[in-house]
C-alpha cells in the first residue's frame, strides 16, 4: 500500500494508493473527528496477534470502521450493504472508496507513518 500524508491550512490528510482509498478515508474522517482513537487503534494491533482466527477487534465510527484480526486488517464504510443484484444488468456497485484490506504488518507501518508525520508537524 502505497499513501503520502499532506498538511494544509493545520489539517492532515491522508491519501492513499488505489485500491487503499478507504483506509485514508478512515483516517481522514474517523481519526481526525477522534484523534484518541489512535492510540486504543495501536494498543489493538499489538493485542490482535493473540486472537484466534474468526475474531477481530472492532472501531465502528460513524462513516466507517476498521477491523483488525491477527493478521489482516480491514476498513468499510458503514453504508457498505447494497446488494449488486439489485441493480440493473451491466451494472456495477462503485465500492473501490468503500472496502479495504492490507496485512496487520503493512497497516502497523501505514499507522506508524501517520503517527510520525503528526509529531513532525507540531
Known sequence: MDFQFSKNFGEVTTHCSMGHEAFAHWLNIEVSANPTLINKVVSSLEQATQLTPGKDISFIGSEYSLFISADEVLVKANHFTLNEDDLEQDF??????SFAGCGREDFIHFITAYITFIKEQR
Open 92 to 97: 456495477h456497485y462503485y465500492d473501490a472508496e
